[in-house]
Every structure is written in C-alpha cells, then in structure tokens.
C-alpha cells in the first residue's frame, strides 16, 4: 500500500478562545526538510527560519518503545505521555511497588531508577538518498527484485552511516517510494524514570474518556538522560511557559514516529473499510476478552495485564473511529472527485504520464 511515513514532523494549529478551548487545526503534518514557510508566512505572519526548525528538531525525543517526547531542562529532563511510559512502567513494577497504579517520585538524582530495554533517540541530522537507492534498481527489474535491491542499499547505506558518524542511521520511505530519506539519530541508553503519576490521575475516565475531548487527565510523565553517569548536558530544548497558550497563538506540535494515508487511492481505502479494518477489530475484540477474564483471576494479574490491555482499547478505539470515517458516504465521494481529477491531470499533462 501508498503511504508517507514521517519520522519526525510538525503539526500546527491556530488556538481561537482560551477559556473554551476551542482550536483551528491548519492542514498539513510536515517534514523537518519540508516544512510550509511561505504559507505560515501568508496566513499568520510567522516567519519561520532554519534556526528555529533546527531548534525544535534537536529538542523533539523518540523513545524505542514507541512514541513521542520532549527535551525540557539543560540537565536532560524528558517530557513525555504516561502511555508512552506505561512499558517501562510495567517493566520497573513488582507485587510490592506497583509503580502503574500507585505512581512515582524520586526527589533527587540518585533516588531516579534506570529503564530497563529503553533508549531514546534525537534526530540530529537528514539526508536525502533517493537517488542512491532508485540506482541499485537494475533495468527491468520484478516487483520484488526491486524492493529486494532497495532493501540491500538502504542497509547498505545505514550501516555505511553508522560506522562513519557512530549515529543510529535509519532510511525511510517517504511518499510511497518516490523519496529515500536517511535520518541520523544520537542514541541514550541510559535513561531513568523520575515521576510518573498513579493511573488513576494518569488515566482519568478510563477508556470512555480515551480519544474524545475535552479530556481531564494528567497524561504525563518524567524521565532524566544521562551519559557517563551524569546528567547530559542539552543544548537544544523547550522551556516551560509558566503563562500558557494564549487566544490566537500558534501552536506547533513536534512529534515521531508519525504517519499519514491521505495519499492512499480509493481501492486501497475501500480495501481498509471492507476488509483489513473489519478484520482487525475483531481480532481485538477477542484479545480483549481474554485479557479482562485473565485480570479477574488476582491482583497480581490485573497488574501484569494492565498494559496489554490498555494498548488493545487503545487501539480498538482508534480503528473504530477509522472505520466510522470510512463510512462516512461523503469522505469517499470527495476521495473519488479528488482522484479523478488528478488522472485527469496527468492525462492531460506528456510529463506526467512519463
């Protein structure tokens, strides 16, 4: 299937009233290397500089377990969700500290714990190797021995990457395949929890409150880099504003590993809705059943169950609402006209139908 996978991008959003909350969200979710100055520039007068980007790019954190953070301090204090914490949090809980249900806190540097398995890494640099790869492509080529090809460069070229800069090298697929991007990240093994809130706070409303809004809860957690068994030194991160968003501020949203399907054609979606969607669900479904029975059994249990459990609501939820949208009647007839136009387009258009 056509699909954009994104790394590291920007999100943004046009925050109209404070005291109701209410947001306009721009469209788009951008590329570090490709992000909408001219635009920000028109609408909101934002000018937009490299040194800005580059900023926010060095303070934004991808944690190996999934998921999005934030560099908040000098001393490599990282901000991130309480879901996003939750596996480490699983992993550092015993029957005696349950650190899930009952929260954590460690008041000084030697009081915070080391995360087993975890390792966070900061994009440092990206380059662009669409051309080395489309070049180990032979002539006339299969299907699969052109992604085979593909897949031998762009390993290749990670590991030639990672003995040359000692940076975690990873090349991704951008845009179904017509750009090859080589992401370089700085890598921290040693990271340790600091605070995280009890599940009650963390996860207000359960799964009845999860994706819908507004939503009251404090979905947040701590964790502290270190490198050489001091506190690192960061020199790119984003400072605390004590006053807040205030009414028609722009709001930008740094996140990875993100990705976007709005380049999916209209087979490919109706294929999502009719079958692979359906599919899905109900294999969660099932899971989770079986996981709420296993809980029921003890205390001891529903601890080791706990996070299985919210990753199948969690996704369960987010699938219900994908498929719902896909049978809104007019996404898919807008999805059609769009299309039709665009064949049109390259129809019309020597250049593109080469």
């Not at 975690?168 to 040693?190: E, N």
């Not at 007839?333 to 387009?345: I, P, R, S, V």
């Amino acid at each position: 299937m056509i699909h954009r996978k994104l790394a590291t991008a920007l999100l943004l959003a046009l925050t109209f009233g404070l005291g109701s909350l209410k947001l306009h969200a721009d469209e788009g979710m951008w590329l570090f290397t490709d992000l909408p100055s001219d635009q920000l520039k028109s609408r909101y007068g934002f000018t937009m500089t490299d040194e800005w980007a580059q900023h926010v790019m060095l303070s934004s954190v991808r944690f190996n377990s999934g998921g999005s953070a934030s560099f908040v301090s000098s001393t490599g204090l990282v901000l991130t969700n309480h879901h996003v914490a939750s596996d480490t949090l699983q992993k550092l809980s015993t029957p005696e500290h349950n650190y899930i249900e009952d929260g954590f806190y460690a008041p000084t540097h030697a009081q915070e714990v080391a995360a087993p398995d975890l390792e966070l890494n900061q994009l440092v640099s990206i380059e662009d190797v669409t051309a080395q790869v489309n070049a180990a492509v032979p002539a006339g080529a299969s299907v699969a021995e052109a992604a085979k090809a593909r897949r031998a460069v762009m390993s290749e070229i990670e590991q030639k990457s990672l003995d040359t800069t000692g940076f975690r090298s990873d090349v991704v697929t951008l845009f179904g395949g017509a750009k090859y991007h080589l992401y370089r990240y700085k890598k921290y093994t040693d990271v340790r929890l600091v605070w995280a809130p009890e599940t009650k706070a963390a996860f207000f409303g359960g799964d009845a409150d999860n994706f819908e809004y507004p939503r009251y809860c404090l979905d947040v957690t701590l964790f502290r880099v270190y490198e050489d068994g001091k506190p690192a030194k960061i020199d790119h991160f984003l400072k605390f504003d004590e006053a807040g968003v205030q009414d028609g501020d722009l709001v930008f949203v740094s996140g990875n590993p993100g990705r976007t399907q709005r380049i999916f054609t209209l087979d490919a979606l109706k294929y999502l809705r009719d079958h692979r969607l359906p599919y899905v669900l109900d294999y969660l479904r099932r899971l989770e059943v079986l996981m709420q029975q296993y809980s029921y059994e003890g205390e001891e249990q529903k601890r080791r169950a706990r996070n299985l459990q919210f990753g199948i609501q969690n996704s369960r939820k987010a699938y219900t609402g994908m498929i719902q949208g896909l049978q809104n009647p007019s996404f898919l007839e807008k999805k059609a006209k769009d299309e039709a136009a665009l064949l049109k387009q390259i129809k019309a258009s020597p250049e593109l139908k080469d």
